[in-house]
């Protein structure tokens, strides 16, 4: 793949209409990239990722939590997570959807 064309709004109905919370819309050798979305209430499942991860909060307010930091989060919010680091969304007040990135690609 040497190009990607697609909007948030086109990825978001590709995930909706799997039914599934996460949607890989881009993987090269080099990285990964995905929607997460939780809905208000939801409990973040995930596990430690053996891959460096960035999100980038597009909607939604919820807290964060990764190794010994907690913060809140909301639109725009940016987060780095280091591989191996136990980390997860919680106390979800508003639907969180997150662009995730992966270097390198998601495992």
């Known amino acids: 793949m040497k190009t ?10 590709q995930r909706t209409a799997s039914s599934k919370a996460y949607r ?13 979305v ?14 460096d991860e960035v ?5 939604g307010r919820a807290r964060f939590c990764a190794d010994r930091e907690d913060r809140e989060v909301s639109a725009g919010s940016v987060l780095f997570v280091a591989a191996e680091v136990e980390h997860r969304f919680y106390d ?9 990135c992966f270097a390198p690609a998601e495992s």
């Open 24 to 36: 890989e819309f881009l993987r090269v050798s080099s990285m990964s990239a995905g929607l997460y």
């Open 4 to 13: 990607l064309f697609t909007s948030v709004a086109e990825i978001d109905r």
């Open 92 to 100: 979800i007040a508003e639907e969180l959807a997150l662009l995730v």
């Open 38 to 51: 939780l809905p208000p209430g939801a409990v973040d499942l995930q596990r430690p990722h053996h891959e």
């Open 55 to 59: 999100y980038y909060v597009i909607r």
